[in-house]
């Protein structure tokens, strides 16, 4: 009980801070979202911290469910994601793979956006994984890549090089045009992928 009170008091006080941070930054938008079919939206790990609002923006009505791992970090993050409307798919594509999948595709089949860290929940950063083409492939959804710059933040030493854009400066959002993965070979839907991201070599 305490413990669960614990991870519910620190996810109110991290979206708080964001709120704040958010609050007071100038935004630009770049890209437009698609209202007429469910798309995978991927972003990177290191992205995570300003990344919810983005789903705000660009939904078009639709809900937005977030692949989120069973790690234990997981249910800080599910609970932090919750404070802005985002749901969660738990598991990972090297933690209940299966059920992560059957889950992604019932979101989908549904209506709702997916949204995946390729690089999640632990890294090598930049790196693309299987789940990220074995769902739209599957499901026949489109592909978009969302990604936000600062003109002033600070970046963490953690494994995903994790940017918070500081207060009062200017955020740019970007959400690129949809693509698709369908008919490719693993490798191949991977390394489109990492392109269109501009995975770092």
């Known amino acids: 009980m305490a413990k669960s009170f614990k991870i519910a008091a620190l996810a109110f006080l991290i979206s708080l ?94 209506g709702s956006d997916l949204i995946i860290t390729p690089d999640g929940p632990r890294g090598p950063r930049h790196s693309v994984s299987d789940g990220c083409v074995t769902i739209p492939q599957k499901s026949g959804a489109d592909i978009q890549i969302l990604d936000y710059t600062a003109s002033r933040f600070w970046q963490f030493g953690s494994w995903d090089g994790m940017i918070l854009p500081k207060p009062f400066s200017t955020v740019t959002y970007t959400l690129s045009e949809p693509f698709s993965v369908a008919g490719l070979e693993m490798n191949e839907a991977k390394g489109l992928i990492a392109k269109k991201m501009g995975a770092e070599k």
């Open 17 to 110: 801070i964001i709120r704040l941070i958010y609050i007071t930054c100038r935004k630009v938008w770049i890209g437009h979202a698609h209202a007429d079919k469910p798309m995978v939206m991927l972003f990177w790990h290191g992205k995570l911290a300003l990344m919810s609002f983005a789903f705000g923006k660009w939904s078009c009505g639709k809900s937005a469910k977030v692949i989120i791992s069973d790690h234990k970090d997981g249910e800080l993050i599910t609970q932090v994601i919750a404070h802005f409307g985002i749901g969660a798919v738990r598991g990972s594509t090297s933690k209940n793979a299966v059920k992560a999948l059957v889950g992604a595709l019932r979101e989908l089949k549904n």
